[in-house]
Protein backbone atom coordinates (compact mmCIF):
# COMPACT_ATOMS: atom_id res chain seq x y z
CA UNK A 1 0.00 0.00 0.00
CA UNK A 2 1.29 3.11 -0.89
CA UNK A 3 0.53 6.32 1.11
CA UNK A 4 1.06 10.23 0.58
CA UNK A 5 0.86 12.78 3.01
CA UNK A 6 0.77 15.91 1.96
CA UNK A 7 1.33 19.00 4.99
CA UNK A 8 2.05 22.59 4.49
CA UNK A 9 -1.39 23.98 4.23
CA UNK A 10 -2.43 27.02 6.51
CA UNK A 11 -4.16 30.16 6.42
CA UNK A 12 -2.75 32.98 4.50
CA UNK A 13 -3.28 36.64 2.97
CA UNK A 14 -3.51 37.06 -0.78
CA UNK A 15 -0.18 37.94 -2.37
CA UNK A 16 1.36 35.51 0.36
CA UNK A 17 3.13 32.20 -0.40
CA UNK A 18 3.01 28.68 0.75
CA UNK A 19 4.92 25.46 0.03
CA UNK A 20 3.20 22.10 -0.01
CA UNK A 21 5.10 19.10 0.69
CA UNK A 22 3.71 15.28 -0.47
CA UNK A 23 5.84 12.65 1.25
CA UNK A 24 5.54 9.20 -0.51
CA UNK A 25 6.07 5.55 1.46
CA UNK A 26 6.78 4.03 -2.05
CA UNK A 27 10.44 2.64 -2.93
CA UNK A 28 9.91 3.53 -6.09
CA UNK A 29 8.63 6.82 -6.04
CA UNK A 30 11.13 7.51 -8.51
CA UNK A 31 9.23 6.27 -11.14
CA UNK A 32 5.73 7.10 -10.45
CA UNK A 33 4.46 10.73 -12.13
CA UNK A 34 2.97 13.02 -9.79
CA UNK A 35 0.43 15.80 -9.60
CA UNK A 36 -1.72 18.29 -7.45
CA UNK A 37 -5.13 18.63 -7.45
CA UNK A 38 -7.40 20.76 -5.31
CA UNK A 39 -11.16 20.63 -4.41
CA UNK A 40 -12.98 23.69 -2.79
CA UNK A 41 -16.78 23.49 -1.40
CA UNK A 42 -19.07 22.77 -3.36
CA UNK A 43 -17.11 22.27 -6.72
CA UNK A 44 -15.53 19.17 -8.24
CA UNK A 45 -11.86 18.23 -7.72
CA UNK A 46 -9.82 20.26 -10.53
CA UNK A 47 -6.03 19.68 -11.66
CA UNK A 48 -3.58 22.09 -10.26
CA UNK A 49 -0.16 20.73 -11.49
CA UNK A 50 1.78 17.77 -12.64
CA UNK A 51 5.20 16.25 -13.38
CA UNK A 52 7.08 13.42 -14.85
CA UNK A 53 9.22 10.92 -13.37
CA UNK A 54 12.13 12.56 -13.85
CA UNK A 55 11.22 16.45 -13.78
CA UNK A 56 11.47 16.63 -17.67
CA UNK A 57 8.26 17.42 -18.30
CA UNK A 58 5.58 19.87 -16.25
CA UNK A 59 2.21 21.30 -16.69
CA UNK A 60 -0.21 23.74 -15.25
CA UNK A 61 -3.40 24.75 -14.98
CA UNK A 62 -3.89 27.94 -16.80
CA UNK A 63 -5.49 29.21 -13.08
CA UNK A 64 -1.78 28.75 -11.30
CA UNK A 65 0.57 29.03 -14.33
CA UNK A 66 3.19 31.74 -13.45
CA UNK A 67 2.50 31.31 -9.60
CA UNK A 68 2.77 27.84 -8.79
CA UNK A 69 5.83 25.50 -9.76
CA UNK A 70 5.47 21.60 -8.93
CA UNK A 71 9.15 19.96 -8.04
CA UNK A 72 10.14 16.61 -6.74
CA UNK A 73 13.12 15.13 -4.68
CA UNK A 74 13.00 11.44 -5.88
CA UNK A 75 15.92 11.19 -3.19
CA UNK A 76 13.45 12.09 -0.28
CA UNK A 77 10.42 10.53 -1.90
CA UNK A 78 8.70 13.92 -1.75
CA UNK A 79 7.27 16.10 -4.60
CA UNK A 80 6.50 19.91 -3.44
CA UNK A 81 4.19 22.97 -4.80
CA UNK A 82 5.65 26.09 -4.31
CA UNK A 83 2.41 28.54 -4.72
CA UNK A 84 3.06 32.38 -4.54
CA UNK A 85 1.07 35.27 -5.38
CA UNK A 86 -2.07 33.23 -3.71
CA UNK A 87 -5.40 34.11 -4.23
CA UNK A 88 -8.94 33.90 -2.15
CA UNK A 89 -10.05 31.77 -5.27
CA UNK A 90 -7.33 29.19 -4.53
CA UNK A 91 -8.46 28.58 -1.03
CA UNK A 92 -9.37 24.66 -1.41
CA UNK A 93 -8.05 21.21 0.27
CA UNK A 94 -5.43 20.29 -1.69
CA UNK A 95 -4.54 16.68 -2.77
CA UNK A 96 -1.00 14.92 -4.17
CA UNK A 97 -1.82 11.88 -6.34
CA UNK A 98 0.86 9.02 -7.94
CA UNK A 99 0.49 7.31 -11.41
CA UNK A 100 2.03 5.37 -14.14
CA UNK A 101 2.19 8.59 -16.25
CA UNK A 102 1.71 12.22 -16.37
CA UNK A 103 -1.79 13.40 -17.08
CA UNK A 104 -4.45 16.55 -16.75
CA UNK A 105 -6.90 14.03 -15.52
CA UNK A 106 -7.48 12.53 -11.83
CA UNK A 107 -8.67 9.21 -13.42
CA UNK A 108 -4.95 8.55 -14.39
CA UNK A 109 -3.58 8.73 -10.83
CA UNK A 110 -3.44 5.38 -8.55
CA UNK A 111 -3.05 6.64 -4.81
CA UNK A 112 -4.01 9.78 -3.43
CA UNK A 113 -3.17 11.68 0.25
CA UNK A 114 -5.78 12.89 2.53
CA UNK A 115 -5.32 16.20 1.72
CA UNK A 116 -3.65 19.56 3.24
CA UNK A 117 -6.57 22.73 3.63
CA UNK A 118 -5.30 25.72 1.48
CA UNK A 119 -7.16 29.05 2.68
CA UNK A 120 -6.41 32.44 1.17
CA UNK A 121 -8.00 35.54 3.05
CA UNK A 122 -8.68 38.48 0.75
Known amino acids: QVQLVESGGGLVQAGDSLRLSCAAS????????MGWFRQAPGKEREFVATISWSSGSTYYANSVKGRFTISRDNAKNTVYLQMNSLKPEDTAVYYC???????????????WGQGTQVTVSS
Open 97 to 111: AAGPSISYSSLTYTY
Open 26 to 33: RRTFSRDA
